[in-house]
Each structure stands twice: as C-alpha cells, then as structure tokens.
C-alpha cells in the first residue's frame, strides 16, 4: 500500500535514532474514537491528537503551531491563549492545514510538528502513558512508540492546554 511520503519520513527518523516503536495498517479513520478502535492493545486515551492551529499575537504577527493532546481529551483554547500570550487562536482550515504539510489529510496529521517547522505544544498529561500512538502522515497508518522517546525526538513545550 502506498502512504502519504511523511509516514516514511517518520519512519526513517525513528530509526535514525535507534527509537523502538510498532506500525498499524487499518482502515482509515479521522477521530480519536475510531483510531482506538482499530488499534489494538492501546486504549484512547495513549491515543496522541495533533492539532495545527494559527496564534494571532498583534495584528501584523501571526503563525501556525502544533497542539498535541491525548486522544481522550479536547484541546482547551483559553489555557494555551493564557500561555502563549496570545489576542486569538484558531484551528487551521482544511486548505492552511494540506499547505503545512504538503498534502497530509485531516485526521491523519502526525504529532511530529518538527517536521513541518511547528513549534509544538504537548499536553503533559500524554506522558503520564508509558507508550502513545498516533496516526503517521495517513489515516490508514499508525505508530506506537514509548511517550519518553517521543519528548527527545520531538522536544514539544509541555503544559496543560487540555480541558479537565
């Protein structure tokens, strides 16, 4: 089966650096709830959603981040503005989000921001999971790997910016 090239890019990144971790092959899927499904042995909650949204700081200064929460939890908008000291945040639309990545299609954006020059924000409640997973580049492709090698690779800002 043919994937989208950032699966591979992962893929060869990981083994660059001597990281152990598991690939799926499924059915495609979009949300957390149907990844957990599919993906068996860990549970929605190892699940790691990635979320590319635009931060407003003044009218002119204006960029797109990554936000990574677990599958289990929904992105709290108001705790990363505090944070980032912003005036407005939004998701990136469907068109900002395929530009960013070179084509990879909502509900199949890996948590791996570094790769499209994001900076990256993580929910430190994802690391209170020995083990994450996250679709790769494509809705029909998975990746599992210790939530401990995922922070050296991908060194996120760690913070609550999910909703209790």
């Known amino acids: 089966m043919t994937y989208h090239p ?10 660059e650096n001597h990281i152990e971790f598991e690939t799926f092959e499924h059915e495609p899927v979009r949300t957390s709830q149907e990844a957990a499904r599919v993906r068996t042995g860990y549970s929605l909650k190892q699940g790691a959603k990635a979320l590319i949204v635009r931060a407003k700081f003044n009218s002119q200064d204006k960029k797109f981040l990554m936000v990574v929460v677990p599958g289990d939890k929904r992105f709290d908008n108001q705790k990363l503005k505090n944070l980032l000291k912003v005036k407005d945040l939004r998701f990136a639309t469907e068109d900002e989000v395929g ?18 020059n994001l900076e990256v924000y993580t929910d430190k409640g994802l690391f209170d999971q020995e083990k994450i997973i996250f679709n790769a580049g494509d809705k029909r492709f998975s ?22």
Do not use: A, C, E, R
Not at 143 to 164: A, E, F, R, W
């Open 6 to 15: 950032v699966v591979n890019k992962i893929i060869s990144l990981l083994k």
């Open 143 to 164: 990746i599992g790997m210790n939530s401990s090698n995922y922070k050296k690779i991908v060194k996120p800002n760690i913070d609550l910016i999910s909703q209790d």
């Open 99 to 116: 530009k960013i990545t070179d084509g990879v299609q909502l509900g199949g954006v890996p948590p791996f921001g570094n790769l499209f």
